[in-house]
């Protein structure tokens, strides 16, 4: 923001920065933000940074001038169960802010493409990819010694850098790191640097899994300076990510940097972050990530390939690439000129939320998918992306086997069958901001769990098999007798049930 | 590792796959332990909801609000009091809103960390059930084969150790 701050000032923009609550450190630099109202007129631009939930969008919608929006992404509140119910219902609020904020908004701003494909999926006009401004020169500092010394003991160093939160997947991070220790390396540490909450139910049950897992040599450092930082980058063989949601994935980039081979999961924006250097990887298998940690490790000349790659990967992000397109994505804002947006898609009148009709094809659920769209006409399929497929800032209609599907980037790769499939935040913003009837076909499925709340007077939703677990308990109390049974040798049950239900279909009247 | 599982360009997945396959292959007691590990420390996440002995005090956590205002005396004067206590609040509720804002925040917090020091405590518990669970699994283990080592006539011999790990590789630091 500072950076932002500082381009906009060096354009000749007299810039602020207004904020609810801020450190010490800065606290020359920043306004509060209920002086905003005040210190803004009809020509002011407001740039609303949102990430987390903020309580500002009423003063948001009060305030003068023109609203542009830069969105870092939310972490889905799933990520945070059973360790933060706090933090998880903050949230889902700040979701919920996503969507207040659309009609106040008239450009958005996002620092991936994965994030920008929620902005899209929200409704939002005008939207497009932001480059992320890193200052480089704030990782050459030297590292410190004595922790240096102490880490650059002859052990292979595996580090992550960031907050010890259940987003991040710490505890994957240790289960890899312990495949990797008892597998292939015994003279190996990991090395955790960021702030670990040891109060906190996480932090309790990190330390629990390390001891169960019985990896040895497992350093959590908590909060470091930047020459403690130094010092870890300084002495790890590789960096490992297993984290689960970024927007953008800044220490990836701080560890190419630096010159460390970079293993990552490639959930949410990872992907799009390394750009094709590192090693990203589909899989959670600890065992399976571990062998690339080892390859890494032992083979030399593919350490330095990767490194390679990684420089190569660094040159599109340098200060003067990034400032460039900063400015040219801010010219128009800054210009007053506002570019038409292309009307909105008719909307469906039935909206089919099939999380598995392109990646799981056979199953009962996707069939059924296909026989209501054949069925309704105008009705869309809402779906997951297959793995690996990059996140798109144009939602429409892909061709599968003849029937118009909407792909969504899921939150982390679809697993193999049996493997449930991940949720998806865009997907799930295009369902909530849709006022059309929703069939749910997989009624226990993540991306149904999540709309269910939202979407309960006008869902109906499908199941297979025995009407068990917590999240078909869940769809059921949401959906009572609207809940279907599919059952796969007869499908034509549940197909007539839901085609009689349906508003456009001449079923029950129109849910609102 | 199979390529379809890496998105990498430089250098190429294959690439990469082909590396990992040529990596010495871990021994299957290795291998076998530390599936053992990783199925004793697995989790699923599910959902936490508030602990039981803290929802009566959650319920009472927003002290700016009465109960529906009622009076003990029965006729008119238990009707104008009533009114009269309605009125009251009505007039006065943003001025309570403001005096009791620190309370309500204070009442937030404090439940707050009780249910925090909850989750820790049954974080505890889980743990220390799982690690004892694994300790008894792998005394049964090393019992089992202490008894199979002294039927085949090796009393004396030792006790098998824990799965031997892989050697450790050279350490290349880039």
């Known amino acids: ?512 | 590792m199979r390529p379809e599982d890496l998105l990498t360009r430089t250098p190429t997945a294959e690439a990469v796959a082909r590396e990992t396959a040529k990596l010495p292959q871990p021994s299957e007691e290795a291998r076998e332990a530390l599936r053992r590990s990783l199925e004793a420390a697995s989790r699923p996440a599910t959902p936490a909801p508030w602990p039981a002995l803290l929802q009566e005090a959650r319920g009472k956590m927003d002290s700016r609000y009465a109960e529906p205002a009622t009076s003990h005396r029965g006729g008119l004067a238990g009707l104008a009091l009533v009114v009269s206590k309605r009125a009251f609040r009505r007039v006065f509720q943003p001025f309570i809103n403001e005096v009791l804002r620190k309370q309500v925040e204070f009442n937030e917090s404090i439940l707050d960390a009780l249910a925090t020091i909850h989750d820790v405590q049954r974080e505890h518990a889980r743990t220390q059930a799982t690690w004892r669970q694994e300790m008894e699994h792998r005394l049964a283990r090393l019992e089992a084969a202490a008894g199979r080592a002294a039927s085949g006539g090796r009393e004396d011999g030792p006790l098998p150790a824990e799965p031997p790990t892989a050697k450790p590789g050279p350490i290349n630091k880039g």
């Not at chain 1, 010890?164 to 312990?178: C, Y």
């Not at chain 1, 199953?363 to 497929?389: D, K, N, Q, V, Y």
Request: include cysteine; proline fraction near 8%; charged fraction near 20%.
């Open chain 1, 1 to 512: 923001m500072r950076y932002l701050q500082g381009l906009l000032r060096r354009w000749g923009h007299p810039s602020d920065i207004f904020a609810e609550a801020w450190d010490d450190a800065c606290k020359d630099q920043v306004r509060p933000a209920s002086d905003y109202a005040r210190a803004a007129g009809q020509d002011s631009v407001l740039v609303v940074h949102h990430s987390f939930e903020s309580r500002l969008v009423p003063l948001i919608a009060r305030a003068p001038g023109r609203k542009v929006l830069v969105y870092h992404n939310v972490t889905p509140a799933r990520l945070f169960e059973g360790f933060e119910r706090k933090v998880a219902a903050a949230c889902d609020a700040a979701r919920d802010e996503l969507l207040a904020l659309r009609p106040h908004v008239e450009r958005a701003f996002a620092y991936s493409r994965f994030s920008a494909e929620e902005l899209v999926a929200a409704g939002y006009r005008n939207v497009s990819v932001l480059p992320f401004a890193i200052d480089w020169g704030a990782f050459d500092t030297a590292p410190d010694p004595a922790l240096r010394a102490e880490l650059g003991d002859g052990c292979a160093n595996v580090l992550f850098v960031g907050r010890a939160v259940p987003s991040k997947k710490v505890d994957d991070v240790l289960r890899v790191f312990t495949a990797y220790q008892k597998l292939y390396q015994p003279l190996s540490r990991l090395v955790v640097a960021g702030y670990l909450h040891r109060d906190g139910a996480y932090g309790a049950y990190l330390h629990g899994l390390k001891d169960v897992l019985g990896a040895e040599r497992v350093r959590f450092l908590g909060r470091v300076s930047a020459a403690q930082l130094s010092a870890c980058f300084a002495t790890a063989t590789t960096y490992l990510s297993m984290s689960r949601h970024e927007g953008f994935g800044v220490p990836l980039l701080e560890a190419m940097y630096r010159g460390v081979p970079v293993v990552a999961y490639g959930a949410a924006a990872v992907p799009e972050t390394m750009g094709g250097a590192g090693l990203a990887t589909l899989s959670d298998d600890p065992a399976e990530v571990a062998e690339l940690l080892a390859v890494l490790e032992r083979n030399t000349a593919l350490r330095g390939q990767v490194i390679s790659a990684q420089r190569a990967r660094l040159a599109s992000l340098s200060q003067d690439a990034v400032a460039e397109q900063v400015r040219v994505a801010f010219e128009g804002v800054l210009s007053g000129r506002v570019a038409p947006s292309p009307a909105p898609p008719p909307a469906a009148p039935v909206e089919l939320v099939c999380p598995g009709f392109t990646v799981r094809p056979e199953e009962a659920a996707s069939r059924m998918a296909r026989s209501l769209a054949e069925r309704l006409p105008g009705a869309r399929i809402l779906a997951l992306r297959p793995r690996g497929a990059e996140p798109a800032l144009a939602l429409g209609p892909e061709d599968v086997g003849g029937v118009p599907v909407w792909h969504f980037t899921p939150d982390q790769p679809p697993g193999r069958a049996p493997a449930p499939l991940p949720g998806a935040s865009s997907l799930e913003t295009a369902v909530r901001v849709s006022s059309a009837p929703v069939v749910l076909l997989g009624a226990d499925t993540e991306v149904a769990r999540a709309v269910l709340p939202h979407v309960r007077e006008r869902a109906w939703g499908t199941y297979e098999g025995p009407p068990a677990g917590p999240h078909l308990e869940s769809a059921r109390q949401h959906l009572g007798r609207r809940l279907v049974v599919l059952e796969p040798s007869r499908p034509e049950d549940a197909l007539r049930t839901l085609l009689s239900a349906l508003p456009s279909t001449g079923g029950v009247s129109r849910a609102t």
